[in-house]
């Protein structure tokens, strides 16, 4: 991904170790992203299922937000405070939208690699997610809990037709919606 003349990335960790939600959020808005992609491997009790998922904000993990950011508003007057609520409520719906698009350009890209678990970007009230600022989206890469999907998931080769499958999704969604709507270039940033 650094490779590109579009797009840089930025990695949040380096290493197996944890970093809250709210870090991974504040370091993105800290380095001005445009899009935040967290990239996981998915697990589940039946070792028959396999394939992607990409998850996108929910509108209950939107609900959850404005409640908790409008509580730092109330001690405006309450003109400005609705007035406020209402532009979160905007820049949440905006950040929710953008990434669906995003998150469909990138499904189209994998269905070429592999079959898909789910064939639609699905809702979801994650942590990773809640940020109005940028659209979020969680893909889940596969099952290690199914042989051939972890088989696949430890291949090099494989790693890297999955990276460019998802840069190629990311990078038309750009070419789409971003770049032809603002005449500006656009910094992406990976987590």
Known sequence: MNNSKIFQAIMIRKGNYYLSIS?????SKKNHANVLISIHANS???PKISGFSIWILSKKRIKHEVINLSKKYIFIK???YRKNISLLNAKFKIAKQSGYLLAKKIIKELKNIKLLHQSNPKNASFGILKSPDFPSILIETGFISNKKDEKKLNNKFYQKILVNS????L???FLQYYIQNNSKIFIFKKY
Request: aromatic letters at 16%; a positive charge.
């Open 166 to 169: 998802i840069y190629l999704g």
């Open 78 to 80: 309450h003109k400005k």
């Open 23 to 27: 870090k991974r959020i504040e370091i």
């Open 44 to 46: 589940f009790k039946n």
């Open 171 to 173: 990078k038309k969604y």
